[in-house]
């Protein structure tokens, strides 16, 4: 049985080895329409990007969509402890 329990998981996002340079939550909303997700911070430099994001669903499903940007190649950390940046 799937968990469809509403959840919400704040995570850091690191984009990098050209990573940065795709349209990687783009593709997310694609295959996940049903995750909402809230940039509450971001840094892109050259080589690499760094987001702070807040991503909210079924848990079911934002565990999935965190695993998609994964296989991506998105390094996804989340936040321990504390919130995101105030928005």
């Excluded at 996002?13 to 329409?33: A, D, S, Y």
């Amino acid at each position: 049985m799937t968990n469809t329990t509403n959840t919400q998981q704040k995570c850091w996002l690191t984009f990098e080895g050209g990573h940065q340079n795709e349209p990687c939550l783009w593709k997310m909303t694609v295959e996940f329409p049903d995750v909402a997700f809230d940039i509450r911070q971001a840094s892109v430099q050259k080589d690499i990007g760094i987001m702070a994001v807040l991503f909210t669903g079924k848990e079911d499903r934002v565990t999935a969509a965190i695993q998609y940007l994964t296989n991506l190649g998105v390094k996804v950390d989340p936040v321990e402890g504390g919130d995101l940046v105030a928005g």
